[in-house]
């Protein structure tokens, strides 16, 4: 038995599953959990010693790659200061300033303590105010795990083959729409339905919780009709509800104004995860002043958090956000490797006759195992799982660190080279061939 098996053992005893989030089990590849044990640069190891090229990447924030001295650095002075005070401090005015100052429509920000919250406590802000109900979400789009967004809310729950959540009433998704990502006109039809109930349109800029679903844009409009991102702008400017981008994952990866800039598509409110804080548990969502200042203390919508804004991670979050925004060239380089790398994943498929779609966008990519194109939810159920667990433990063993599940993405860093790229370019051809 390995250290890793048996750390696992252990943790099944005390641990619902033996881990701490459904997307780190092994069960639907047919394996048990890697017990990591530390990470640099683009490299885990894991309690046995085996090294990996991870290309998880604490799902999505280390877009340096792991243990950067200059983020390390930070966090040592932050905690020689002491680790947490349930106070103000001068770091979240920081953050929040970095934020608001670069960030289009983000007026003032509130600082939370995961993605979770963020997208739950944007959605009762748009719910005060607009003095409405009803929100409208996409299959496949995962929020957090709030009830009233557990609604085939893909990532996890997809894999699982859990459509929704048991212990979640009935009455706390009443109010929750679906409608199918990429496709206008199911937003539309709910607009006609209910025009005066629908407080806001929740979405994925890029879908990333179904694999990596990028929003189809203007150009690639034949009729040059709007752009699915731009449609949906539209309806809620006409039916005055609030537009909320979650990007938990596409906040400060696409670039330093995230999708909203990578689009060019404005939202009124904006949610952002882990990324903050350069993969330290944390959070935050702002957007237009006249919004925000309807959260307490200043306005009726009560949200708190005695934690938020985390001196440590507030650190982390501010050495991270303050590189990328001095280096843009980060961005320029990582968008070109990733343009690069997942294209090369294309033509080796294509070359190889392999029955597999790859879609991407920026650092964010994602291999389906499908003939079919992946445009929505119900295109990206098409892939076969049990094709995937073949192809993630072959990668496994030949020391690459995917998912652990077929509709997750996989995430790049500064910290990949092009030489290690190649490398993981011919074992794919190989396991394609």
């Avoid at 991870?54 to 790659?65: C, E, R, Y």
């Avoid at 409608?179 to 990333?208: H, K, M, Q």
């Avoid at 696409?254 to 990324?275: E, H, N, P, R, S």
Wanted: proline share 5%; charged share 20%; aromatic share 10%.
């Amino acid at each position: 038995m390995t250290k890793s098996e048996g750390l696992f053992e252990r943790a099944c005893k005390v641990i619902p599953g033996g881990v701490n989030s459904p997307v780190r089990a092994f069960g639907s590849v047919g394996q048990t959990p890697r017990m990591i044990a530390s990470a640099h640069g683009a490299y885990m190891t894991d309690e046995d010693g085996n090294r990996y090229l991870d290309f998880v990447g604490s799902w999505g924030p280390m877009i340096l790659g792991h243990d950067d001295p200059r983020v390390r650095e930070a966090v040592v002075a932050a905690c020689a200061d002491g680790l947490s005070f349930g106070a103000a401090t001068k770091r979240e005015v920081e953050m929040a300033e970095l934020i608001c100052g670069s960030i289009p429509n983000v007026d003032m920000v509130r600082m939370v303590n995961s993605g979770t919250e963020a997208v739950m406590s944007a959605i009762r802000a748009a719910r005060g105010y607009t003095g409405r109900d009803k929100i409208v979400k996409f299959m496949g789009c995962y929020h957090g795990h709030s009830d009233a967004l557990l609604v085939q809310a893909g990532s996890g729950v997809m894999t699982a083959g859990i459509p929704d959540s048991a212990g979640v009433p009935q009455g706390c998704t009443k109010d929750t729409l679906s409608a199918i990502y990429n496709d206008l006109s199911s937003v539309e039809r709910l607009f006609e339905e209910f025009p005066d109930e629908i407080a806001a349109v929740i979405v994925e800029p890029v879908g990333a919780n179904m694999g990596v679903v990028p929003p189809v844009t203007v150009k690639e409009q034949e009729n040059q009709t709007p752009g699915y991102l731009e449609g949906l702008r539209s309806l809620c400017t006409k039916y005055g509800a609030v537009l909320i981008f979650d990007e938990v994952i596409t906040g400060f990866r696409l670039g330093f104004t995230g999708a909203q800039g990578y689009f060019g598509v404005d939202a009124d409110l904006v949610t952002y995860g882990k990324i903050i804080g350069a993969g330290m548990p944390v959070g935050a969502y702002g957007g237009k002043r006249e919004i925000m200042e309807r959260v307490a203390p200043v306005g009726p919508v009560y949200q708190a958090g005695t934690l938020s804004g985390n001196p440590v991670a507030m650190a982390a979050g501010l050495a991270q956000l303050t590189i990328l925004k001095e280096q843009p060239e980060i961005y320029e380089e990582l968008n070109k490797k990733g343009q690069w790398f997942f294209g090369s994943l294309k033509q080796i498929a294509k070359e190889t006759n392999a029955p597999v779609q790859v879609n991407s966008c920026g650092s964010l990519g994602s291999v389906f195992f499908t003939s079919e194109p992946v445009h929505d939810y119900e295109s990206a159920k098409t892939s076969d799982t049990g094709k995937y667990a073949d192809y993630f433990r072959y990668m496994l063993a030949n020391g690459v660190y995917l998912a652990p599940a077929q509709f997750e993405a996989m995430f790049l860093s500064a910290a990949h080279t092009r030489e290690e790229l190649a490398e993981v370019l011919e074992l794919v051809r190989k396991y394609f061939k």
